[in-house]
């Protein structure tokens, strides 16, 4: 089989921003009154002449903190790290985030965790105030940080710190690594307690990209000026992340690195959000769960290689965990993926990978699956542009598709897979993106 | 980004067989007793036109059956027949296996069975044995297949049916779809209580391929003429698969079809091996799992768009469970697939994924994996050619790698990458390709 590679080429994390994504970068933001962000260019990775590479946050006062981890057993020492300190301060007193890209800090030993340690507390000297500084990497594994090079720059990042979009957006710069486009968004939100008090969200993300020799990896910071109490901070953002980040599929890869964090300072004022079970409680949970899938939402759009935006809506399931299951294993399918992007609708595949998400693995026994009964089982294309679905297994039979139509939403950007249980009441939804030529090349000829 | 397709192409499915696999085709055999095949031209598939795609064994005698079929909850036709078949006959009185490729009988309801019950009918009437025929497809799912045309064809592949090298080839050829090239060995060996007896043993099979729309199958027949009792038939053959076929990783999907059937008539004399506690037993199990595995790795070596073959050893595990999954993690990572096409020695990758093999899904609780411990892990490439083990991560610390050592081993077409975990005596063996630009190809672009 002959390979002629030379035909493809991929952006690898270059500016400026394609066309297409300029949609997605804000001109203007509301941004949380009390936290200060920076971008700074060190020169963490070698070759990066001018790249904003080090992001730094920090609050006029103390804030409730709370993360989500990567589960993966190979933890970076920027996790191992920030774990223990929101352990230690039980969700409270946090001042600072403290990020740089470029090195993920990762397989790097004591030393690594000595560095990670060293960042923190550069930052909480600057910030005046101890043990107050959530780190996080991103980039090559398995190789140390120059951390003087760093610590030596944490200054310049607290200098340069300001609550503008610009410094927002600079702040969302220095945190990618071969995204295509900066990951900002903020909004204004009121509580039910406080109706006259406008509070604000803002968060940076950053998506599935590698650099040689590493692994994507996956880094959130969510920040409000709402009072939002340490007890129950930890509750809401797994809520949130668990229906966000947790809910997209670029390739199923999980990263040593993988950090989502909140901080609240309550610098807008009004009544604290102390227990689950007020109505506050609720209003900023469904808040942050949406605010989050929107953030989420800009990876898979960044997704490497990408040409598709896929929703996977999984409903009518005996439990949210079988739904989310199937929801992963469609998302994560090579065969899926790749039909995605050759524009083919093959639902064969989007129920193959259905019906293997429950099973027991290789050399244990078969498990019976009550969550999935074929006959009950229905699989629609919802168009983009609001036009009528496409019916294609209707109780588990399959439908005379009409392949012209078919073309027609496949053409399309946007697309929204649903499978319908008929098992229970229970439902998920998923976000992923298709499987493409340049994904091979980004992660396979980059060395080459 | 642009992508330009019109640079790819991938051979499907279409003869002859390129150059570099000729060596995997066999030009004899040694086949077991009292078996007869053939393989012949039906047309099953609309713009088939020469490819024989009625595949038929037959026995002269009755045999102990069992098989292995897929745990994918979307069953096709062929598989929920003939798993009951093999119950109601309590793995004996088997005479026949009849095969179709070109439509799998997949998610085609009550009209596929009674295809599928037809298929059999017409096959024992020929063979003048009721309730005796084993059945599988492979091909497009969701399409009746044209069952007239297959039952008129039995008769002929019947009396076409012989016990040469050719008839097995031919036998090998008809289950194809894309396969580049027929899979088959055979292989003579003795059992300890009759060393005077020479059995054989025979299989063919056919790998991951597809054709749109459906999915991968794969699909295994071995039979032989040692005197194998029905009674262990599915331990034995369970054993095997699950050091085999169950131990290879294309893209990780599972299809409705898959199925692996083992036929024994003992024609050729001597003891039944009865008891799973015989040394028998014991050498049977081990020449049929050594077997298997020799068969699938043809799949491997034949994977859509593959330009390598990987085996992936985890040794030194806590539990065989475990080993199996961190191996399985590894071959179906993207990162790490990508990367060995790429020929990077990115042993980051390797080590995320076995990082994530065993931790709970998104929004369960964090599990402890004390399967794995950072500071004991290894990682290692040994050459194909066998030159010393490249050594890539040691006692969890990276190894400073010679990168032009890693490129020579990465050149070759054969690798093995070698997790040692440090944390037990448990070990496992998985082979897997890489994911290159063909494959997209294949699975993406064949319908535009």
Redesign the interface.
């Known amino acids: 089989?002959?390979?002629?590679?030379a035909?493809?080429?991929?952006?690898l994390g270059s500016s400026p921003i394609?066309q297409a994504k300029l949609k997605f970068v804000p001109n203007s933001g509301t941004y949380p009154k009390g936290f200060n962000v920076s971008g700074v260019f060190v020169g963490v990775k070698p070759g990066n002449t001018s790249k904003p590479d080090l992001a730094l946050l920090t609050s006029d006062r103390s804030c409730a903190g709370a993360a989500v981890f990567?589960?993966?057993?190979?933890q970076a020492a920027p996790v191992t790290f920030s774990r223990k300190l929101l352990q230690t301060k039980a969700n409270a007193g946090i001042r600072s985030v403290i990020i740089n890209s470029g090195n993920a800090n990762?397989?790097t030993?004591a030393g690594g965790l000595e560095d990670a340690a060293n960042m923190a507390k550069t930052t909480d000297q600057r910030v005046g105030s101890e043990d107050s500084t959530i780190v996080m990497s991103t980039g090559?594994?398995?190789?140390r940080l120059p951390i003087q090079k760093i610590v030596d720059h944490i200054p310049m990042a607290y200098h340069h710190a300001g609550d503008s979009h610009k410094h927002w957006m600079n702040f969302a710069k220095a945190i990618c690594t071969t995204d295509t486009f900066p990951k900002l968004i903020s909004r204004k939100f009121t509580l039910p307690s406080s109706p006259g008090i406008e509070y604000s969200i803002a968060g940076i993300t950053k998506g599935a990209g590698?650099i040689?020799?590493?692994?994507?990896t996956l880094l959130t910071v969510l920040a409000t000026d709402a009072p939002i109490a340490p007890t129950v901070m930890p509750a809401v953002l797994k809520h949130a992340v668990?229906r966000s980040f947790?809910?997209i599929t670029i390739?199923?890869?999980?990263?040593?690195n993988d950090t989502a964090a909140l901080l609240a300072n309550g610098a807008a004022g009004g009544v604290e959000v102390s227990s689950q079970d007020s109505a506050d409680y609720e209003t900023f949970r469904e808040l942050l769960t949406e605010f989050s899938a929107d953030l989420a939402k800009y990876i898979v759009r960044d997704g490497e290689?990408a040409?598709k935006f896929v929703t996977i809506r999984v409903v009518d399931a005996a439990t949210?965990?079988a739904a989310?299951?199937i929801a992963?294993s469609i998302a994560?399918?090579?065969?899926v993926k790749?039909?995605l992007?050759?524009?083919?609708?093959?639902?064969?595949?989007i129920?193959?990978?259905?019906?293997?998400a429950?099973?027991?693995?290789?050399?244990?026994p078969?498990?019976d699956?009550p969550e999935?009964v074929?006959e009950k089982?229905n699989v629609s294309f919802i168009p983009a542009d609001g036009s009528a679905e496409l019916k294609l297994?209707v109780d588990?039979?399959?439908e005379q598709v009409d392949e012209e139509r078919a073309s027609e939403i496949l053409e399309m950007e946007d697309l929204e897979i649903v499978v319908r249980l008929g098992t229970g009441d229970k439902s998920t939804v998923h976000w992923t993106c298709?499987?493409?030529?340049?994904?091979?090349?980004i992660?396979?000829?980059?060395?080459?």
Chains 1, 2 share one sequence.
């Open positions: 089989m002959r390979v002629t590679r035909c493809y080429s991929a952006t394609p990567t589960k993966n057993k190979f990762a397989v030993g090559v594994i398995g190789q590698m040689a020799p590493n692994m994507a668990d947790n809910s390739d199923g890869d999980a990263s040593t290689g040409t949210e965990e989310r299951e992963r994560r399918s090579p065969l790749t039909a992007y050759g524009k083919d609708a093959n639902w064969g595949r129920l193959c990978a259905a019906g293997y429950l099973i027991s693995p290789p050399g244990q078969i498990n699956v999935i074929p089982t297994l588990g039979e399959p298709d499987f493409s030529h340049d994904y091979v090349t992660n396979g000829d980059y060395r080459t």
